[in-house]
């Protein structure tokens, strides 16, 4: 199987980035300077038409958002490493929910979040009450983790998984964001817990 990973510094690629570490699947990397624009080239967009990373082509086939790419690598090369539920695991419920939740309920929030108040963001769509109200979401986000940790030490259970990074990277974004996990001692722990890894902590250097 031939796998050719488009992805970019300090992007949403850096989540798949570990889950490829992590699993230890053979891969090519183009690695882009989006500053260059070199991901708006009529060659990339034709792989990916939304003309972002990350990017995965398999065999010629190409594939893209990072949710679905971790869900495909977690099935295809997760299950047997013990780092993604079986297809019949009732485990492999819990997986697609969270995965999914990640990023359509607290990747919605967070990015609602940062628009209306980032710095990074322009000062014409900063909104204050529109952060107040990202940010009361996030803080129920964080409690439902928190809740969910502490009564076992990671998403799935007693064991480390390709899940772990698939919320946990975007957790890690909002703490480089500013929203911190410190008053969510299980949620925090976790945190710490996930930046340790090898596979995550060598994309957040």
């Known amino acids: 199987m031939n796998i050719v990973f488009y992805c970019a510094p300090m992007s949403s690629a850096i989540p798949v980035a570990s889950v490829l570490h992590e699993l230890q699947v053979p891969h090519e990397t183009v690695m882009f300077d989006l500053k260059k624009d070199e991901h708006k080239k009529p060659a990339f967009l034709a792989l990916n038409p939304n003309g972002m990373v990350p990017t995965l082509v398999v065999d010629g086939r190409p594939m893209f958002e990072a ?16 780092l993604w539920p079986a297809v019949d695991d009732p485990a492999r419920l819990d997986a697609a929910s969270w995965s999914a939740w990640t990023y359509v309920s607290f990747g919605s929030s967070l990015s609602r979040y940062l628009i209306a108040s980032s710095p990074m963001s322009p000062t014409e769509l900063h ?21 969910r940790l502490s009564k076992q030490k990671y998403m799935l259970g007693d064991s480390f998984s390709v899940l772990d990074i698939i919320v946990g990277s ?32 060598a994309q957040w250097q």
């Open 127 to 147: 909104f204050a009450p529109i952060a107040a109200r990202a940010k009361e979401e996030i803080d129920r986000y964080y409690g439902m983790l928190d809740a």
């Open 170 to 201: 975007v957790v890690l974004w909002a703490n480089v964001c500013g929203l911190q996990t410190s008053s969510y001692p299980a949620l925090n722990a976790w945190v710490e817990d996930c930046k340790a890894r090898p596979s995550v902590r």
């Open 67 to 82: 949710v679905a790419i971790m869900q495909w690598l977690g099935e295809r090369f997760g299950v047997e490493k013990k």
